[in-house]
């Protein structure tokens, strides 16, 4: 079993930057892990992946070159690297685990079998 939890969400100005936390319980090292965004009455965004084994890094092209996703291990923990916010990055911020490491699905929310609660993020203009 799998339990994520998320931090680091906010309120920030456009331009700004925010870390968000995903702390995991359960074993989480050989599973893809993602970051998914949702905003009121839309569905599901893709964000950024780090897969398992390797730990190469996917990320939407609406984010590629601001965000970066990295993942601590020891820690059991990943990160959300966000820089240079725009205001269509609001959103509700979610990260997931999968069940292993299929390269194919690492961009589907269908693949993801644990969530986290979610975490705001709110960029004014």
């Known amino acids: 079993q799998v339990q994520l939890v998320e931090s680091g969400g906010g309120s920030v100005q456009a331009g700004d930057s925010l870390r968000l936390s995903c702390a995991a319980s359960?074993?989480?090292?050989?599973?893809?892990m993602a970051w998914f965004r949702q905003t009121s009455g839309k569905e599901r965004e893709f964000v950024a992946a780090?897969?398992?084994?390797?730990?190469?890094?996917y990320y939407a092209d609406s984010v590629k070159g601001r965000f970066t996703i990295s993942r601590d291990n020891a820690k059991n923990t990943m990160y959300l690297q966000m820089n240079g916010l725009k205001p269509e990055d609001t959103a509700v911020y979610s990260c997931?685990?999968?069940?292993?490491?299929?390269?194919?699905?690492?961009?589907?929310?269908?693949?993801?079998?644990?969530w986290g609660q979610g975490t705001q993020v709110t960029v004014s203009s």
């Open positions: 780090v897969r398992w084994p390797g730990g190469s890094t």
């Open positions: 997931a685990a999968a069940p292993g490491g299929i390269l194919s699905t690492i961009r589907t929310p269908d693949a993801y079998g644990y």
């Open positions: 359960g074993r989480t090292l050989s599973r893809n």
